[in-house]
């Protein structure tokens, strides 16, 4: 008996690599290694699948949960010239880490062409690298003023025609409210830095296209300035709450739900998981009612901001078998059916302006148009081979909010990130 | 083993090497048996901790980043350089070292009072007691972290509630936003985890103390305490600087509490997480790799300090001596 088991698994062990060879021969079977979600990456495969009709096939990957555990094992992967990576889901701010070394296949005219249609311009940008497309944009995400009725009637605001940071500080200071920001050492603390710059007019970086050691950055300019203004004031003043230098979006989002909630600046999640607390019972029916959305404050009154840009876009793997059947597959997945889907199930906003217009998404998103808008005005974040390391150099020296200082901290973060870039300090 | 017996002449002190000078034909046929049985693991040991040892080395004498193969450059101790000059790197040592020290004097006392707990239960209790005390041992490091992390947190935690009447916690602290308070979180976690590992070792350094030893000093006069550190920590010491040397080194190369917990902020970043977040996170495979060296090199310190200076003979903790 164990004996002939163990026959058995001796030729199994022998055939199982011929069985890996047949599976060649048959259509291709496309890996695409997507972020984690309510599976809905999943189902789109399985319907690009369908579609696809016998030409090939998509199975997934699922990736580590945060953007930079995702970055690193894919840039870990492609340095070895891994071929199984056919198409990946990927955080904007690190694709030009992965063009710029050629970890991505080149994107053929048409698909360019085909993609970009209808698209909106801050996923276009996101997904550009020296003036070319170098992902299909699939899900654009940006973050909107999330406002408590009440509060904002009490302090006579009307945030849906624009406020400022000064304005909404002020009203919740006055209330005795927290507002919900993220001062977390972690990558929203980055995306908050980058909204206020780039709404205060300037950039994080001057020049993103430049090699390492010449990187110009404009943190130490009077945008800089404005910033570091506002985050120190939430952090010094209380404002933030005791909870603000460790508070990352769902943090934020508790307190914004709680009764010291006022303002919060935030991605669209917040609205699906609110409405699922009250669904489960854990939060009362009114706050729902009480909850309203708008812009991104602005950081100057007669300016327009610049709403912080997140989203998913899709990258071809350089070493995959199977990159013309890849790039078919995703323009399959961005698909305005499977972008409109995607939105109305797992709350993850469209790129493509043709799928805010379906019936499904203005039911779960009634601030669909809002969403859209700042998608329009979004700004990404610096589009630099170098972007983990700013992003990293910032987070080391605007942590935590309350001891930025607008008159020494854009000035020190600059000269820092700069000695990192060259390979002078440490991160 | 049998042939040592045979030549042994009597009283003499040092049977290895008497044995050596006639080994019988029996005797180089079992060590070429050793050599057969341990060959294959010795081989993949070299494999795994050798080979990636010297390649850290030669990586670290490169400017070397994994998005730009290209640009690979020749910089000698350049890395070094960066790495020694850099006030990161002696904060994330200093971090490192105070860490090390106070978990691991916690450790031994805590480590000593469950030992003793353990030895002298009645023996219908024994089992029960030594599965209890091990328990957080056997616990994964990350999981235990993020056990940590959420008790301590200012929104899901409940420690603020339950110890508010202690000075100075109140439902607004924030454990993880000042250093004082993230390392002490950080440490008492370790300790938590590792305690019933020193515990463990300790029990087995008690196990060999004599007890016609204790039973004269007993019989003697002498006082409980007396007869604990004249008697028993003495005949003990080896097992002791065994515990100290393997716990010293564990927690030297602390990581998962810091990256769950902190992942660094606050003056918390150790050498460990300084050398990923530059390797896998930046990915500079070359300034990483000068970084793990001296780590590496920093364990050895430890090792040689523990061995030199203390005199820890690890054989004679086995019960060898």
Redesign the interface.
């Known amino acids: 008996m164990r004996r002939r088991a163990l026959t058995a698994a001796i030729g199994l062990a022998l055939l199982a690599p011929l069985a890996a060879c047949s599976g060649e021969s048959g259509p291709p079977t496309l890996t695409w290694y997507t972020n984690p979600d309510d599976g809905g990456q999943a189902e789109i495969a399985r319907r690009c699948t369908d579609a696809a009709d016998g030409a090939y096939r998509i199975s997934t990957e699922v990736l580590p949960r945060d953007a930079a555990s995702q970055r690193e094992q894919l840039a870990r992967r492609l340095a070895a010239k891994d071929s199984s990576i056919d198409i990946m889901s990927l955080d904007p701010p690190f694709i030009p880490e992965l063009a710029e070394p050629g970890f991505l296949a080149p994107m053929p005219d048409e698909v360019a062409e085909a993609v970009s249609k209808d698209v909106v311009q801050g996923a276009l940008d996101a997904s550009t690298w020296k003036d070319e497309l170098v992902a299909v944009p699939f899900w654009a995400n940006t973050q909107l003023l999330w406002f408590r009725k009440s509060v904002a009637e009490e302090a006579g605001l009307d945030p849906e025609k624009g406020v400022t940071w000064k304005e909404i500080i002020d009203a919740a200071k006055d209330q005795d409210k927290l507002l919900g920001v993220q001062g977390a050492k972690a990558e929203s603390l980055t995306v908050w830095v980058n909204a206020l710059v780039e709404s205060a007019g300037g950039h994080i970086v001057e020049n993103p296209e430049a090699s390492a050691d010449e990187v110009k950055l404009g943190l130490d300019s009077d945008a800089g300035k404005a910033a570091a203004e506002i985050i120190g004031e939430i952090g010094r003043d209380g404002t933030g709450g005791a909870g603000l230098p460790t508070a990352d979006e769902n943090a934020s989002m508790v307190t914004f739900q709680g009764d010291r909630g006022s303002f919060m600046v935030n991605w669209p999640f917040v609205w699906s998981a609110t409405n699922a607390g009250v669904e489960a019972g854990t939060l009362p029916k009114e706050l729902v009612d009480d909850i309203g959305w708008a812009i991104y404050p602005r950081v100057d009154e007669g300016e327009d901001a610049r709403p912080p840009y997140g989203g998913i876009s899709l990258g071809v793997g350089a070493f995959s078998k199977h990159v013309d059947a890849a790039y078919e597959a995703a323009q399959c997945i961005v698909g305005v059916d499977n972008q409109a889907f995607y939105m109305a199930t797992n709350g993850n906003p469209a790129s493509n302006t043709k799928a805010y217009d379906d019936p499904q998404v203005k039911e779960a998103f009634p601030m669909a148009d809002v969403i859209r808008q700042s998608l329009e005005q979004a700004a990404p974040r610096p589009q630099t081979p170098y972007y983990n390391e700013v992003s990293t150099g910032l987070q080391e020296t605007w942590h935590p909010p309350a001891s930025v200082n607008p008159d020494t901290t854009p000035k020190e973060s600059s000269e820092f990130i700069t000695a990192v870039l060259r390979g002078e300090a440490l991160l | 083993m049998s042939a040592d017996v045979e030549t042994r002449a009597p009283g003499t002190k040092e049977p290895g090497r008497a044995g050596k000078a006639v080994r019988s034909d029996r005797a180089k046929a079992e060590a070429r048996l050793g050599w057969w049985l341990a060959g294959p693991a010795f081989v993949v040991m070299l494999a795994v901790t050798l080979y990636p040892i010297l390649q850290a080395l030669y990586d670290s004498l490169f400017?070397y980043r994994?998005?730009?193969?290209?640009d690979q450059k020749f910089v000698g101790l350049g890395n070094y350089q960066?790495?020694l000059t850099?006030r990161?790197?002696w904060g994330a040592l200093l971090v490192t070292l105070l860490i090390t020290v106070v978990t691991v004097v916690i450790e031994l006392v805590l480590g000593f009072a469950l030992a003793l707990v353990m030895h002298r239960a009645i023996k219908s209790l024994r089992g029960i007691l030594r599965t209890a005390i091990l328990v957080p041992y056997g616990i994964i490091t990350v999981v235990s972290a993020f056990a940590w992390f959420y008790m301590f947190?200012?929104?899901s935690g409940f420690v603020n509630h339950w110890f508010d009447w202690v000075p100075g916690i109140s439902p607004?602290?924030?454990w993880?936003?000042q250093q004082g308070t993230s390392l002490f979180v950080i440490c008492a976690s370790e300790i938590w985890k590792t305690t019933p590992f020193i515990s463990l070792l300790l029990l087995a350094g008690l196990a060999q103390v004599p007890t016609e030893l204790e039973e004269a000093a007993e019989v003697d006069g002498a006082t409980w305490w007396q007869r604990f550190a004249r008697v028993i920590v003495p005949n003990m010491k080896a097992a002791i600087m065994v515990a100290v040397l393997f716990r010293a080194l564990d927690a030297f190369r602390i990581f998962d509490n810091v990256f769950i917990m902190?992942?660094?902020?606050?003056g918390t970043t150790v050498l460990s997480l300084?050398a990923y977040?530059?390797s896998?996170?930046?990915?500079e495979i070359g300034?990483g790799s000068a970084?793990s060296v001296l780590l590496f090199l920093c364990v050895i310190l430890i090792c040689f300090i523990a061995i030199k200076l203390f005199k820890v003979d690890l054989a004679s903790a086995r019960g060898e001596g």
Not at chain 2, 262 to 266: D, F, P
Not at chain 2, 280 to 283: D, N
Request: no cysteine.
């Open positions: 400017q994994l998005t730009a193969p290209d960066t790495v850099d990161v790197f947190d200012i929104q607004d602290l924030n993880f936003a902190t992942n660094g902020a606050n300084l977040r530059t896998i996170g930046r990915l300034l970084i």
